[in-house]
C-alpha cells in the first residue's frame, strides 16, 4: 500500500535553523567542438568515467538578442547582454530508516528559450493580436504547448497557455480583456516536458521499478481539485509513466508557475541538476483553496516582504491570524531547508507579516534563495497573488550557498551551447557567474561552434551564463 504523500505538510512549531553558508567555486571551462546532435533544449548525458549525468543548456536566444542588439546600436548603443542561462543543482532528501517517504519540493526557475517578445497592438477576446509579425506560427514551438506570459500594465505576471498560433495573433485558453491592452507588453514561452527536467532515460537515478507505489516518485499537484498525478520510472519499459497508466509521459506538460515536488523511498544521496533560461519576470500567481505548491521568479533581493504582494490587487489573503490567512512556508533547494511558517497579520492598526511559532519579526525580512520553492495553503476562495522577479544588483549581498557534498558525492559535468554565426563586426563575449552579481569573463573562441564544458563541484553548485556583443564601427 501506498504511504500517504498529500502535498501540504505546514509545521505549527519553529523549524529547525542550519548552519550558516559558504560558497562554492566558480568552476573552471574550456572549450570543446561539439559531436553531431539533434537540436533540443536540455540534453543530458553521462559523465565521463561516471555513473552520474552530465547536464547542458544553450544559448541559442541569443541570436534573437543580437537582431535587438543591431537594432539599438542605430541609437547609440554599442554593447548588449542575452539574458542569462543556467544550471543549478537540487539535493533530494532520502527516506530515512523507519520513517515515511521523504519529500522535496522544486520549482522550476530555468525553462526552455524565449520565442517571442512584443507589445500587443489590440485584444479580442482571449486572442492577443500583435500587429506586422506574420504568421505567429514561426514562434511556436511544435512539440510543446506555449504560454503567453503579460509583463506590463495592471495584468502583469498574468501567465495563459497558447491554444493557437494565427495571423498576427496568439489565441489563447483564458479571455485576456482583464489583463491586456494596446501596448502591453508579452513575450511567449514554451514550458518545459517531465523528460525535459529530468531526462528521459531517468539519468539521476531515481529508483525505478514497476509499481508506482514501490519506488521514487515526481508528483504533480492539480490544486484545482486538491489531487496529485504520480509518475515514476518504469524499469521494464524505460519511460517515464503516470501511475496506472501504460504509456510513455516523458512529455508531460511541467506548466510554469506550477512546481512539483520529489517522493523518495529509496535511501543514499541524490542530486538532480536543471538548467535553462531565467524565469524573472512577476508572476500572478494562480491560487486555489487549499494546497498549492509554485515556482518562484528569480528575484537577486527575494525576503518574504519583498518577494510576494501583501497590498492592493493580488496580495495574499490576510487575517486575524494563521486560522483565517494564507499560510506559506519556502523551500530551499540548496540545503531542503523549510522557511516559515508565514501568514499576513490584520487585525485593526496591526498590519504585518507573522512568522507561526515565532515571537521575534525577522523571518520576513530574511533573504530567502532565489530558486526558492514556495507553498501556499489558502482557506479562502480561489484569486491570484502577484510575486516579483528581479535580476537587478541587490541592495545587499545574497546568502552564500552552501556547497555541503554528501559522503561520496562526485562531481557533475556540465556543458553549454553557444551560438554561431555571429554577423561580421559583432565581438561575443561569454560571461560567467554563479550568483548572477559577481560576473568573471571567459574569452568566446574563434570557432564559435564549440561548447564550454565544465565540471560543478560534488554538492549544492550553480552556475550562469550570458553573452554580450559589441559591434566595432
Known amino acids: 500500500m501506498q504511504e500517504s504523500v498529500t502535498p501540504m505538510e505546514i509545521p505549527v512549531e519553529f523549524p529547525n535553523k542550519l548552519p550558516s553558508r559558504v560558497r562554492s567555486p566558480c568552476p573552471t571551462a574550456t572549450?570543446?567542438?561539439?559531436?553531431?546532435?539533434?537540436?533540443?533544449?536540455?540534453?543530458?548525458?553521462?559523465?565521463?568515467?561516471?555513473?552520474?549525468?552530465?547536464?547542458?543548456?544553450?544559448?541559442?536566444?541569443?541570436?534573437?538578442?543580437?537582431?535587438?542588439?543591431?537594432?539599438?546600436?542605430i541609437h547609440g548603443a554599442e554593447t548588449a547582454y542575452t539574458q542569462p542561462v543556467g544550471i543549478y543543482t537540487v539535493k533530494i532528501a532520502a527516506k530515512q530508516a523507519n520513517r515515511p517517504p521523504a519529500r522535496t519540493y522544486i520549482g522550476a526557475q530555468l525553462l526552455p528559450d524565449l520565442r517571442f517578445v512584443g507589445l500587443v497592438s489590440n485584444v479580442i477576446g482571449s486572442s492577443a493580436i500583435v500587429s506586422s509579425i506574420g504568421a505567429t506560427s514561426a514562434f511556436q514551438d511544435p512539440d510543446r504547448t506555449s504560454y503567453l506570459h503579460v509583463?506590463?500594465?495592471?495584468?502583469?505576471?498574468?501567465?495563459?497557455?497558447?491554444?493557437?498560433?494565427?495571423?498576427?495573433?496568439f489565441t489563447c485558453s483564458e479571455n485576456l480583456t482583464p489583463w491586456l491592452s494596446p501596448g502591453t507588453q508579452i513575450q511567449v514561452r514554451p514550458h518545459p516536458h517531465l523528460a525535459d527536467l529530468l531526462g528521459s532515460n531517468n539519468p539521476f537515478g531515481l529508483a525505478a521499478g514497476t509499481d508506482a507505489d514501490l519506488v521514487d516518485n515526481i508528483v504533480l499537484w492539480d490544486a484545482a481539485s486538491q489531487q496529485e498525478r504520480v509518475f515514476y520510472f518504469h524499469s521494464t519499459r524505460a519511460r517515464w509513466e503516470e501511475k496506472n497508466v501504460a504509456l510513455d509521459a516523458g512529455k508531460t506538460v511541467m506548466r510554469y508557475p506550477l512546481g512539483f515536488y520529489i517522493v523518495r523511498r529509496s535511501s543514499g544521496p541524490l542530486r538532480i541538476a536543471f538548467s535553462g533560461g531565467l524565469a524573472s519576470k512577476p508572476v500572478l500567481l494562480p491560487v486555489r483553496h487549499g494546497a498549492n505548491v509554485f515556482s518562484l521568479p528569480v528575484n537577486l533581493s527575494a525576503s518574504l516582504?519583498?518577494?510576494?504582494?501583501?497590498?492592493?490587487?493580488?496580495?495574499?489573503?490576510?487575517?486575524?491570524n494563521a486560522k483565517t490567512a494564507d499560510i506559506l512556508m519556502f523551500e530551499e533547494p540548496s540545503t531542503g531547508e523549510r522557511r516559515g511558517p508565514f501568514y499576513f497579520q490584520s487585525n485593526g492598526d496591526t498590519q504585518r507579516w507573522r512568522?507561526?511559532?515565532?515571537?521575534?519579526?525577522?523571518?520576513?525580512?530574511?533573504?530567502?534563495?532565489?530558486?526558492?520553492?514556495?507553498?501556499?495553503?489558502?482557506?479562502?476562495?480561489d484569486g491570484y497573488v502577484r510575486v516579483e522577479g528581479d535580476i537587478d544588483l541587490p541592495a545587499s549581498p545574497s546568502p552564500p550557498i552552501p556547497s555541503s557534498p554528501d559522503p561520496g558525492e562526485i562531481p557533475l559535468t556540465a556543458e553549454i551551447k553557444v551560438p554561431r554565426n555571429f554577423p561580421p563586426g559583432v565581438f561575443p563575449v561569454l560571461h560567467t557567474t554563479t550568483d548572477l552579481v559577481h560576473w568573471s569573463i571567459l574569452p568566446?573562441?574563434?570557432r564559435t561552434d564549440g561548447r564550454v564544458i565544465f565540471q560543478l563541484p560534488p554538492g549544492e553548485s550553480r552556475a550562469f551564463y550570458r553573452i554580450s556583443v559589441t559591434l566595432a564601427y
Not at 509583463?151 to 495573433?169: A, E, K, Y
Open 444 to 446: 568566446y573562441p574563434e
Open 31 to 73: 572549450w570543446l567542438d561539439p559531436p553531431p546532435r539533434p537540436p533540443n533544449y536540455f540534453h543530458v548525458n553521462p559523465a565521463p568515467g561516471t555513473s552520474r549525468p552530465a547536464i547542458a543548456g544553450n544559448l541559442r536566444a541569443a541570436c534573437f538578442l543580437v537582431a535587438a542588439f543591431l537594432t539599438n546600436t
Open 355 to 381: 512568522e507561526i511559532g515565532v515571537n521575534g519579526n525577522d523571518g520576513p525580512i530574511t533573504p530567502l534563495d532565489m530558486l526558492s520553492t514556495l507553498i501556499l495553503h489558502r482557506s479562502g476562495p
Open 151 to 169: 509583463l506590463t500594465g495592471n495584468g502583469r505576471g498574468f501567465i495563459s497557455d497558447i491554444t493557437q498560433f494565427g495571423q498576427s495573433q
Open 305 to 320: 516582504q519583498t518577494l510576494v504582494n501583501s497590498e492592493g490587487d493580488f496580495s495574499v489573503q490576510k487575517g486575524k
